[in-house]
């Protein structure tokens, strides 16, 4: 007889090990399959986000940030650094060090909750009785059998149609995080967060850097005042963002890629580079969990369909995180994974979509939360605005980082809190005030009158908060 569980969880990403966690807190017998490998072909627990994405993406901003300031930065602090040079292969291994740390953590706390981690391919069998019968496919199979299955099988990097992946010349976010050398000149196409990020990594550690991106008008998604301030600072770092542009045939070969593409005017143009990287958005991944067999529903977009909680059309199935609607975030997966737990077990997790925070990790970086300026003139909401330049911030004047702005949008009548969106330094941080602002329904008043440290980037929020009453002390 198969091996049995109350819970079997279907990918180990930060949707799936949550879920799986929370799961095993409220008393849950809990299985957990996840396929990733190592490079020895071992489990690396934490799927994209930790293997290929926000982690080692983050590491090696941060070291490309290092290396920005030692070349440029410091000089203005009086510090000279002499001689500096770049060694790239300590870089890349730093980052798999932090992947693997992170690795590390999440099988550490697989056994702290007593939770039974199988490396291999889940795929459905069968519906049962006993609930669903699951086949495990790594070096060895068997299949185990589950009441309760949530799926969190994330997203794949989506390919331009016509040009695949070799991660040699024409890479995915996994290739792009692991370029042996400096390439002279790199290519994004898709100027969204990853075009951003890594466009950032590259450009600071050397690269001459062009994006292509298919929109007209900057960071769509993002407030407008806020992308516009941000495509200022970027422009002026040398990161070419090409609007409107049209992709035409990609040609790859021994001397590196040669991308035919229309800009804006309708001109025809080719750029010749190095390395070109694809960064056009993510398609949920439901390869090999043989869907078919149970009669599990996908979406047109091959996303599996749920409804507000996580259910599927299945009793019993749950699905989370890319794999299904909503934003392509790690934290928006946790929570629901943490809710869909509770719910199994009968209690009332909830996720609130509303105040899911945003962060684009450039320099300056870009955080949100709630509705933009564009989206409150679309809905005819009556709004009021409030911003705050970090210009005008001291402990961003004596960190020599003052690009940037942060910005209130309230309720005319009764000043809720309706969105915060920030540029500059540090507001990946900052953010979080705005998002538990928002999820107590605070107006910004009460912002406003809450005591923030001096000197801190924290004042600049509480300024915004002022500026919507037209009464900033310090601007
Ligand atoms: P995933 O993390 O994709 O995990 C799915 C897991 O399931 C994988 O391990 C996969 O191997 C496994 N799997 C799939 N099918 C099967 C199967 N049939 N059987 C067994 N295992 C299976 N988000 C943020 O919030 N902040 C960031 O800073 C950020 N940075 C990013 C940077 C990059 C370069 C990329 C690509 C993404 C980034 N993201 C970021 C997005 C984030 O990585 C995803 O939103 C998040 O990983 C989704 O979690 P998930 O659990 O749904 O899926
Ligand atoms: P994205 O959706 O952020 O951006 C894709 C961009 O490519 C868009 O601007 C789109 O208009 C453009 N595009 C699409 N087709 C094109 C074409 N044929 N030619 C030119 N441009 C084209 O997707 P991205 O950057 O691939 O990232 C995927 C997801 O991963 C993000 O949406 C986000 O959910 C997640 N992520 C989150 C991060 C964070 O939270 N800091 C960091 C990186 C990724």
Request: hydrophobic letters at 40%.
């Given at each position: 007889m198969s091996k049995q569980f109350d819970v079997i969880v279907i990918g180990g990403g930060p949707g799936g090990y949550i879920a799986a966690i929370r799961a095993a807190q409220l008393g849950f017998n809990v299985a957990c399959i996840d396929e990733w490998k190592n490079a020895k072909g071992g489990p690396a627990l934490g799927g994209t986000c930790t293997n290929v994405g926000c982690i080692p993406s983050k590491a090696l901003l941060q070291s490309s940030e290092h290396y920005e300031h030692a070349g440029h930065g410091f000089a203005d602090h009086g510090i000279k650094v002499e001689g500096l040079s770049l060694d790239i292969g300590k870089m890349l291994a730093r980052k798999d060090q932090v992947v693997k740390q992170n690795n590390d953590g999440i099988t550490y706390l697989f056994k702290k909750n007593k939770i039974a981690s199988f490396h291999g391919r889940g795929s459905f069998v069968k519906a049962g009785d006993a609930g669903y019968e699951i086949k495990v496919a790594g070096a060895t199979e068997e299949t185990i059998s589950g009441k309760q299955i949530i799926i969190a099988t994330g997203s794949n990097a989506r390919a331009l149609p016509g040009t695949a992946f070799?991660?040699?010349?024409?890479?995915?976010n996994d290739g792009a995080l692991r370029i042996g050398a400096v390439p002279k000149k790199l290519a994004l196409i898709g100027s969204g967060v990853i075009g951003l990020e890594m466009g950032s990594v590259w450009r600071r550690l050397g690269a001459e850097v062009t994006v292509l991106e298919a929109?007209?008008?900057?960071?769509?998604?993002?407030?407008e005042q806020i992308a516009k301030e941000a495509k200022k600072a970027f422009d002026k770092q040398g990161l070419k963002i090409e609007l409107g542009v049209k992709v035409g045939e990609i040609k790859s070969g021994k001397k590196g890629v040669s991308i035919a593409w229309t800009n804006a005017k309708g001109e025809a143009q080719t750029l010749d580079v190095d390395k070109l990287i694809v960064s056009i958005g993510r398609v949920p991944n439901t390869i090999?969990?043989?869907?078919e067999a149970v009669g599990l529903k996908l979406d047109e977009r091959g996303a599996i369909t749920v409804d507000d909680d996580c259910?599927?059309?299945?009793?019993?199935v749950w699905a989370i995180g890319?794999?299904?609607?909503?934003?392509?975030?790690a934290h928006k997966a946790e929570e629901e994974g943490v809710a869909v737990a509770e719910r199994i077990a009968g209690q009332h997790g909830h996720v609130n979509?509303?105040?899911?925070p945003w962060v684009i990790y450039t320099h300056p970086e870009i955080a949100w939360v709630g509705q933009t300026e564009q989206q409150l003139k679309a809905a005819g909401r009556a709004y009021k605005a409030g911003t705050f330049p970090f210009l005008a911030n001291g402990r961003a004047r004596a960190l020599g980082d003052t690009t940037g702005m942060v910005k209130f949008l309230a309720d005319?009548?009764?000043?809720?809190?309706l969105g915060v969106h920030m540029v500059g330094p540090q507001v990946s941080e900052l953010i979080s005030e705005a998002v538990v602002a928002m999820e107590f329904k605070a107006s910004s008043e009460d912002i406003a009158r809450i005591c923030h440290a001096h000197?801190?980037?924290s004042e600049a929020t509480k300024e915004a908060a002022l500026a919507v009453d037209k009464r900033t002390l310090n601007f």
């Open positions: 070799d991660e040699e010349n024409i890479l995915s929109l007209p008008t900057f960071l769509g998604g993002v407030d090999g969990l043989n869907a259910k599927t059309n299945l009793p019993g890319d794999v299904v609607r909503g934003p392509m975030l979509f509303n105040t899911v005319a009548t009764t000043d809720e809190i000197p801190s980037l």
